[in-house]
């Protein structure tokens, strides 16, 4: 049912992994706008949260295409953003950063690293 579709690169599994990878950066961009929006009341940052949405979303329908498993891609696409999205609690918004919490965030890496090892 799907294809292999030349989207980024050559096509491969490899560019459809860049793909999930840059679509699971753009996940703490578009939550980083929408809590500066301030409940989308600031315009600039709420289209920044859209913009951002759209093309995040984007990039994981591409890897999809390009044959990464549903389930996997939206685990490795969760994972980077709720990573990313943690880092720029901490650095940007003085959110908690507990040696505790940082080891379950050391989870989930290896549970992403581990996902895309497996899955090749």
């Not at 093309?55 to 939206?74: D, Q, R």
């Amino acid at each position: 049912m799907t294809e292999d579709v030349p989207i980024a690169g050559d096509g491969t599994k490899d560019s459809a992994w860049t793909l999930l990878v840059v679509a699971g950066l753009l996940e703490p961009v578009w939550v980083t706008a929408m809590k500066l929006s301030e409940g989308f009341t600031d315009v600039v940052w709420a289209a920044a949260t859209f913009i951002a949405l759209f093309f995040s979303m984007y990039l994981l329908g591409k890897s999809l295409k390009m044959n990464i498993p549903m389930g996997t891609a939206y685990a490795v696409w969760v994972g980077i953003g709720a990573i990313g999205a943690l880092i720029v609690g901490i650095l940007l918004f003085n959110e908690p950063s507990d040696l505790l919490r940082l080891f379950f965030v050391l989870l989930i890496v290896v549970g992403i690293v581990g996902v895309q090892v497996t899955s090749k």
